[in-house]
């Protein structure tokens, strides 16, 4: 089993920036960072493919950075240019598995060890 336990949520204010950081009890093979907004579907916000190669969402390209500590198992996401419709619960995820040919770490299928979630409300 791997724990996992996001942090830096807080409510911050339309253009400002963030920096959500996940801790993982153990090794892990792939992590990354979902968000859910209420009354929609858990979106793939950023992720570190095969390879160490960062994957964005569409909506998050070009504002958010995501980054991985090796040695302290904990991932990153820097969230700048924060908008309203950033609000949502931030969640981290991670997996022990080895996936080959062509998969996408932006999907949340592959995950199977899920953080509690740590709350970002961008105000207007």
């Known amino acids: 089993q791997v724990q996992l336990v996001e942090s830096g949520g807080v409510t911050v204010q339309s253009g400002g920036s963030l920096r959500l950081s996940c801790g993982a009890s153990?090794?892990?093979?792939?992590m990354g960072w979902f968000r859910q907004a209420p009354g929609k579907e858990r979106e793939g916000v950023a992720c570190i493919q095969s390879g160490g190669v960062p994957r964005y969402g569409d909506s998050v390209k070009g504002r958010f950075t995501v980054s991985q500590d090796n040695a302290k198992n904990t991932l990153y996401l820097q969230m700048n240019s924060l908008a309203p419709e950033d609000t949502a619960m931030y969640y981290c995820a991670a997996h022990r598995r080895y996936y080959s040919g062509t998969w996408d770490c932006r999907s949340p299928r592959y995950y199977n060890y899920w953080g509690q979630g740590t709350q970002v409300t961008v105000s207007s």
């Open positions: 153990g090794s892990t093979t792939g």
